[in-house]
C-alpha cells in the first residue's frame, strides 16, 4: 500500500503547520481566530457559506510562501512539491512591483478540481533573480553565485524520495515518514548563524534579498489560513491587540460576488538568530522576516474580468453571480441542478503579492532604475524548472468548458 500524493500533500500541510506555529506562535492565534470566524460565517450563512469551497476543504486549506536562490534550488522545490500532487501554475514577475522586490514566482498548487477539494495546498515561491543590475551590481551578483552555489537547501535522501514518490505515484509508509520528516525540517529556520557583514549588505539593497541569499538554508516565510469573512477577523485580530498592516489587499468589501482573493497580514515578528561577526565571534541578535498572513477566496476572473477589474476595480462589476456569467468576466460551472458553481480562484495576485511581501521589509531598499533588468519570462521560469509550467486561464478555462459538456 502506497501512500499517495494526495495524502502526501494534507500530511506535508500539517506538518508544516504544525512547525511553522511552533517557531512562530502568533500564526496559531490567527488560525484560532480564523476557525471562529468560519464557525460563525457557516452558523450565519448556512450552506451558503460553502459555496466557494466545503468547510473540510476551507478549514485544512493553508498556502505558503517559500524563496529560493537559483535555477537548481528552485527545480528541487519542484521535485519535492512534484511527490505531493502539487504542480507549478502561473509566472509573476515582482520586480514590476511598486516597491520592486527582486524575485520572479510561480505557485505549487494542486490543479485537478477533485485534488483541490482533498486538499488545495499551494506554495508561492519566489526565486532571486541575482542578474538583475537594477538590484545588484556585478560583485554583489558574483557574491551571491557563490554563497548561493555552495549550499545545499535539500538532503539528497529527500530529493530521491521526492523521486520515488513522483515515478510511482506515492511511497510507502516508512518512506512516506522519512519523507515528510526532511521535508518540513528543510523549511525550519535554522539555528546557523548568520554572517553579519553579508547579510547586511544584501539587506540595504533588499531584505527579501537578505532573506534569500544572506542566510544559508530556507525557511516558511509565512502559511496563511483560510477565511469565510476577513472584514470579520481583521477586526478580531485588532481587538486581541494583534497590529495588522494597514488595510486589506485586493478587492473592497461590497455587497457584489466575491471575486478572486482578499488578503491581510501582521507585521513581522522579531525573531531570535544567531549571527557571526567578522572577527569571528557569535553573538545573538533578532531580524523580522516571518509573519502571519490570511486570505479569503472568490470566483476566478477570466482574462476578460481580469482586465476590468485591473482597469477600473470591483465597482464596474455586475451585482449578480448571473450577470458576471453573462458577460462572460467570471468562470462557473452548474450543479445537479442546473444552477451556477463559481470555480475559485486557486491562484494570488501580483499587486497584493507585493503588499505581502511588504510585510517584512525594513525599507524599500535600494533600485537603480537606469541599470539594465534582467529577462526573465514564464518560459524561462518553465526551462529552470524542468517542468510544465501550467497558465492558470488554460485551468480554469478547461475546468468551466468540462461543466458545460456534462
Ligand atoms: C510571498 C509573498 C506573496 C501572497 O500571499 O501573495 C504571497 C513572500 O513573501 O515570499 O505569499
Ligand atoms: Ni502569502
Known amino acids: 500500500m502506497l501512500i499517495g500524493p494526495t495524502e502526501?500533500?494534507?500530511?506535508?500541510?500539517s506538518s508544516l503547520s504544525a512547525l511553522y506555529g511552533s517557531e512562530v506562535p502568533a500564526y496559531n492565534t490567527?488560525?484560532?481566530?480564523?476557525?471562529a470566524v468560519n464557525a460563525s460565517v457557516l452558523e450565519r450563512m448556512g450552506a451558503e457559506a460553502e459555496r466557494l469551497g466545503s468547510i473540510e476543504r476551507v478549514?485544512?486549506?493553508?498556502?505558503?510562501?517559500?524563496?529560493?536562490?537559483?535555477?537548481?534550488?528552485?527545480?528541487?522545490?519542484?521535485?519535492?512539491?512534484?511527490?505531493?500532487?502539487m504542480h507549478p501554475v502561473g509566472f509573476y514577475d515582482l520586480r514590476e512591483a511598486d516597491p520592486p522586490i527582486p524575485v520572479v514566482s510561480t505557485a505549487f498548487r494542486p490543479i485537478d478540481r477533485a485534488e483541490l477539494a482533498a486538499n488545495p495546498f499551494r506554495v508561492f515561491?519566489?526565486?532571486?533573480?541575482?542578474?538583475?543590475?537594477?538590484?545588484?551590481?556585478?560583485?554583489?551578483?558574483?557574491?551571491?553565485?557563490?554563497?548561493?552555489?555552495?549550499?545545499?537547501?535539500?538532503?539528497?535522501?529527500?530529493?530521491d524520495l521526492a523521486d520515488?514518490?513522483?515515478?510511482?505515484?506515492?511511497?510507502?509508509?516508512?518512506?512516506?515518514?522519512?519523507?515528510?520528516?526532511?521535508?518540513?525540517?528543510?523549511?525550519?529556520?535554522?539555528?546557523?548563524?548568520?554572517?553579519?557583514?553579508?547579510?547586511?549588505?544584501?539587506?540595504?539593497?533588499?531584505?527579501?534579498?537578505?532573506?534569500?541569499?544572506?542566510?544559508?538554508?530556507?525557511?516558511?516565510?509565512?502559511?496563511?489560513?483560510?477565511?469565510?469573512?476577513?472584514d470579520e477577523l481583521y477586526a478580531r485580530m485588532t481587538e486581541r491587540g494583534i497590529r495588522m498592516i494597514d488595510r486589506i489587499q485586493g478587492p473592497p468589501l461590497t455587497d457584489k460576488p466575491a471575486v478572486l482573493l482578499r488578503q491581510t497580514s501582521f507585521r513581522a515578528r522579531a525573531e531570535p538568530r544567531r549571527f557571526?561577526?567578522?572577527?569571528?565571534?557569535?553573538?545573538?541578535?533578532?531580524?523580522?522576516v516571518r509573519f502571519g498572513e490570511v486570505e479569503a477566496r472568490g470566483v476566478a476572473l477570466t482574462p476578460a474580468g481580469r482586465a476590468l477589474y485591473d482597469d477600473r476595480g470591483i465597482d464596474a462589476f455586475p451585482d449578480t453571480e448571473q450577470g458576471l456569467h453573462e458577460a462572460g468576466l467570471a468562470y462557473y460551472t452548474r450543479d445537479a441542478e442546473g444552477r451556477l458553481r463559481p470555480?475559485?480562484?486557486?491562484?494570488?495576485?501580483?499587486?497584493?503579492a507585493a503588499g505581502i511581501f511588504a510585510s517584512n521589509l525594513t525599507s524599500d531598499g535600494s533600485v537603480d532604475a537606469a541599470q539594465r533588468a534582467a529577462a526573465r519570462d514564464a518560459a524561462w521560469l518553465q526551462e529552470a524548472l524542468g517542468r510544465r509550467l501550467h497558465d492558470p486561464y488554460d485551468l480554469y478555462a478547461a475546468e468551466a468548458a468540462a461543466a458545460g459538456r456534462g
Not at 30 to 35: P, Q
Not at 71 to 85: H, M
Open 125 to 159: 515561491t519566489s526565486l532571486l533573480v541575482v542578474d538583475d543590475r537594477r538590484f545588484f551590481d556585478q560583485r554583489t551578483q558574483a557574491q551571491l553565485e557563490e554563497f548561493l552555489g555552495a549550499r545545499r537547501l535539500f538532503p539528497e535522501e529527500l530529493l
Open 8 to 13: 502526501l500533500r494534507a500530511l506535508f500541510a
Open 30 to 35: 490567527l488560525v484560532e481566530v480564523s476557525e
Open 343 to 352: 470555480v475559485v480562484y486557486e491562484d494570488f495576485l501580483p499587486k497584493s
Open 59 to 85: 478549514t485544512a486549506e493553508r498556502h505558503g510562501a517559500i524563496r529560493v536562490g537559483t535555477p537548481t534550488e528552485l527545480g528541487q522545490v519542484g521535485r519535492i512539491f512534484a511527490a505531493c500532487g
Open 164 to 230: 520515488l514518490a513522483e515515478k510511482q505515484s506515492g511511497l510507502a509508509p516508512v518512506d512516506a515518514d522519512r519523507f515528510l520528516e526532511l521535508a518540513t525540517a528543510s523549511f525550519a529556520l535554522s539555528p546557523e548563524p548568520v554572517d553579519r557583514a553579508w547579510y547586511d549588505h544584501l539587506e540595504a539593497i533588499s531584505s527579501v534579498a537578505a532573506d534569500i541569499g544572506g542566510v544559508s538554508s530556507t525557511h516558511i516565510n509565512h502559511l496563511t489560513p483560510r477565511v469565510l469573512d476577513i
Open 276 to 288: 557571526r561577526k567578522a572577527d569571528g565571534s557569535v553573538t545573538t541578535g533578532e531580524l523580522r
